[in-house]
């Protein structure tokens, strides 16, 4: 069958607009850059694919990407992650957009590609979250000479892109918006962190204070999870497999256990990993009855529900994200979300604010690669520091902070309209 979005329900189109109009009013960086490209339109003549998650904050996105003068085609990605009334409104303005919330595993995969292989001349761009795009292309590079670059946005993401460029010379440039401050810090420790939190206490109701949660990971993701727990009074253990992560965890004063020990007196069990099987069947198996199971790792695997599944003789949904597992040996275990990423299902995913810095950095390498293709190398590359430093002094410059050097303005990365370094 096709996901592509066609003739939605005008009820259902009002509310994607307002619900992009409030992001937008909470997204000024976005915004200004809009306002900046959709008078040069670097874009212009440019086919666009992304598979980023469909929320409101990324159709903010994708109607800069439109105002700059590109052809758009959209999936979310993700199973649980998009928000029907953004694809609506998106669709509606010209937008091809594949999928809808609540699809499973493989249906994913195939809105994927049906956006890949939206226009019949191929891409020109990609934006990414994950590499499901990046690996197609990776895959039939000779059959893609007019792809002109692409954008990663993730931890898991960037790791598979180095991956595939250790082994294959991509012809055009494959940035990694992901490995600089102004997106890690801002989204993936404080923004999942903040939303993650937010979708455990939505789908449960539950006392965190005094609970012991267990955060397997302590990569910036697992960083922001573990320190909003403790915030709110959680008692934090720390799971990790890199011995440079456990000294980290260790003296930003987390507890760190093995999972095996971990899991025998676990409240929470929540998986930042982007890895799969992180708990499996000799974990589950050591849970005490109750324990709350979620993830917020980019894989939807990150929870083994195979062995979940050969250990369950019922199952009830409690709450409207929960799914009660009673296990053959007595106990039960809740599973959140389906053991999907549980900010972006029982909660509206990182805060607006928090993505509008995330996809400043993803716009501006869009942009410039638009507008001045020899900007990045070929291969895997970087944001470059310059990007790095300008989105910093957007982001303090919307919030009205001033520091030691304020008076340099932000708004100076090339490639928006013309060279501004000539």
């Known amino acids: 069958m096709s996901w592509l979005v066609s003739d939605p329900d005008e009820d259902l189109v009002q509310r994607g607009r307002a619900a992009l109009a409030l992001a937008r009013s909470q997204m000024p960086l976005l915004d200004g850059i809009q306002r900046e490209a959709a008078e040069s339109r670097p874009l212009a003549g440019h086919r666009l694919v992304g598979c980023v998650h469909l929320t409101k904050e990324t159709g903010v996105l994708v109607q800069l990407l439109v105002a700059s003068g590109a052809e758009v085609a959209w999936t979310g990605g ?102 600089v401050v102004t997106k890690w810090e801002v989204d993936n420790t404080y923004g999942t962190g903040q939303s993650t939190l937010d979708g455990i206490l939505r789908a449960t109701g539950m006392f965190l204070a005094g609970k012991r949660f267990v955060v397997c990971g302590f990569g910036h993701v697992g960083r922001g999870v573990a320190l909003r727990a403790r915030g709110m009074g959680a008692r934090v253990v720390v799971v990790c497999r890199s011995a440079k992560t456990a000294v980290r965890a260790r003296l930003a004063g987390f507890e760190v256990l093995p999972l095996e020990s971990a899991a025998r007196t676990a409240d929470i069990v929540c998986t930042a990993t982007g890895r799969p099987d992180v708990v499996t069947a000799e974990h589950l198996d050591l849970l005490p009855s109750g324990a709350v199971l979620c993830n917020t790792g980019h894989s939807t695997a990150e929870i083994n529900l195979a062995d979940l599944q ?29 053991g999907g990423l549980v900010n972006l299902d029982a909660a509206e995913g990182n805060p607006s604010e928090v993505m509008d810095v995330t996809f400043a950095n993803q716009a501006l390498v869009t942009l410039g690669l638009g507008g001045r293709p020899d900007r990045y190398a070929a291969g895997v590359q970087d944001v470059d520091a310059a990007q790095d430093e300008d989105v910093a002094r957007r982001k303090l410059a919307a919030m009205g902070v001033r520091f030691d050097g304020s008076d340099q303005p932000a708004g100076t990365t090339r490639g928006v309209g013309e060279d501004k370094s000539a």
């Open 78 to 179: 993700d199973e649980v992650s998009t928000q029907d009334e953004v694809a609506a409104a998106l669709a509606v303005e010209g937008v091809r957009v594949f999928g809808r919330r609540g699809m499973t595993t493989a249906e994913v995969g195939e809105a994927a590609a049906e956006a890949f292989g939206a226009f019949s001349d191929g891409p020109t761009m990609i934006l990414d979250n994950g590499a499901h795009l990046i690996e197609m292309a990776a895959a039939s590079l000779d059959r893609h000479p007019q792809l002109r670059g692409a954008t990663e946005k993730t931890s898991e993401g960037s790791r598979r892109v180095r991956e595939l460029g250790a082994t294959i010379d991509f012809p055009f440039p494959v940035v990694s918006v992901n490995d």
């Open 310 to 338: 050969a250990r369950t003789v019922s199952t009830e949904q409690v709450r409207p994200h929960v799914r009660r597992h009673r296990l053959d040996d007595g106990r039960y275990l809740d599973l959140l979300s389906g």
